[in-house]
């Protein structure tokens, strides 16, 4: 019997404590509404922040962008500057409102962001700015976005899970902030759905427009099992945003997205996919480190081109003979570069990198006999995200058990 009492008296305090912590954890989580109301009329969009403890947070700073930001507006205390705006809020039910111009052109009569009275197609990274926050220790955010449309538009897409209607759930692991990032398209839109492995895809154009749709979702059914065999990690949900001119004739990746100019084409005649690059970019979510002295941009942008014929190759879309003769011609063309490291890859450094990330996939798949593939190496730097050489070379050294002499290349001197 007494057992019984000390067993009942230890559940009811394990009780009491679980639902202590439970409570504490609320008070330290505080509502982050975004609401997003897109004007065709003025080509602008009404951005609005909502916190309901704002006590939770001292304060929230960025850039000041007169060109892009008008009519700031906050309760609490707002102090504004030419570069910088410091909102500090107040204790409940804090709300900051400004305009935001959305057309923004990238080459001169080519657009990365425009909205007309059909549709509009943006990032939210221009649309909510990067913040720097000071905060309570432990508080944390609870973020969702609202989007209010002109009342003849029919839908929008973003990469984030859709709660309701237009209600979109923001949950970003890389920011204590959450902020809705990535690409969004609005208005008179045709979209394609379906659910591939784990992830849910959305493929979206403006009516009218010459993306096709089902082509590319028919490519990512072929080739996704390989993607995910590759990277192992893949997101929740994709949006895939499309049109022709007067956008940007390129593709375009974010963390959750990515755009690709409806004349792009899903395989190019040189056997490379620029639907695969942009996916390969978001998927793995790598960049290069760049300083003073030296710039990796080479490794982000030479997996991601190795990636986009690599795929298709391993689906079965291929011969291996034509892969070979695909890294044959990049390296012809990328001959005459000298070195990887000393600016922003693109064009032939580019195609250079993709020849010594062949080069070092052979090597790790020969001194590993077969245990091991640049796919390894990828997933571990994946999980750094930024990384430089250094990076590679250690993880590539735990691979095969040296250090790799494919990167001690006079290219990466």
């Not at 404590?17 to 997003?36: G, N």
């Not at 004739?249 to 100019?261: C, E, K, T, V, Y």
């Not at 580019?350 to 001194?367: F, H, M, N």
């Not at 571990?380 to 735990?398: G, H, I, P, Y």
Request: net charge neutral; proline share 4%.
């Amino acid at each position: 019997m007494n057992l019984q009492i000390l067993v009942s008296a230890a559940i009811c305090v394990s009780g009491l404590l679980l639902s202590a912590m439970t409570q504490a954890a609320d008070e330290r989580a505080y509502k982050l509404d975004y609401t997003l109301e897109l004007l065709p009329e003025s080509q602008q969009a009404e951005v609005t922040i909502a916190i309901d403890k704002g006590r939770l947070l001292h304060s929230i700073e960025f850039d000041n962008l007169p060109d892009r930001y008008s009519r700031i507006q906050a309760n609490g205390k707002l102090t504004m500057t030419e570069e910088r705006v410091r909102w500090e809020p107040p204790a409940e039910d804090a709300k900051l409102s400004m305009k935001v111009k959305i057309p923004h052109e990238r080459d001169p009569g080519e657009y990365d962001s425009m909205i007309n009275w059909d549709w509009a197609i943006f990032r939210g990274d221009d649309l909510f700015p990067a913040v720097k926050t000071v905060f309570e220790d432990g508080a944390y955010a609870v973020a969702q976005l609202t989007v209010i449309l002109p009342q003849d538009w029919s839908s929008i897409e973003t990469g984030w899970p859709r709660k309701k209607g237009n209600q979109f759930r923001i949950d970003n692991p890389d920011r204590k902030f959450d902020r809705p990032t990535g690409w969004m398209i609005a208005g008179k839109l045709g979209t394609r759905r379906d659910t591939i492995g784990t992830t849910s895809i959305a493929i979206s154009a403006p009516k009218g427009g010459s993306l096709k749709r089902m082509d590319l979702l028919t490519f990512f059914n072929f080739v996704w099992p390989e993607l995910e065999r590759a990277f192992h990690n893949t997101p929740e949900k994709l949006l895939v945003v499309g049109m022709g001119d007067p956008m940007w004739r390129g593709g375009l990746s974010a963390s959750n997205s990515f755009f690709l100019h409806a004349d792009r084409p899903i395989v190019s005649e040189n056997g490379t996919s620029p639907l695969l690059h942009e996916l390969t970019h978001m998927v793995t979510g790598i960049s290069g480190v760049k300083t003073s002295q030296f710039n990796d941009d080479w490794i982000a942008e030479g997996l991601a081109e190795f990636y986009s014929f690599e795929l298709i190759y391993r689906a079965g879309g291929m011969t291996q003979e034509r892969r070979n003769h695909i890294v044959k011609k990049l390296g012809v063309w990328g001959k005459n570069v000298k070195s990887l490291r000393k600016s922003d890859s693109s064009g032939k450094i580019t195609a250079r990198a993709v020849v010594l990330i062949d080069k070092l996939d052979k090597e790790i798949r020969s001194a590993s006999n077969d245990a091991f593939n640049i796919d390894h190496a990828v997933r571990e730097l994946m999980m750094k995200r930024k990384v430089s050489l250094e990076d590679l070379d250690r993880s590539v050294e735990a691979l095969i058990g040296a250090k790799s002499k494919v990167l001690k290349s006079a290219l990466l001197q």
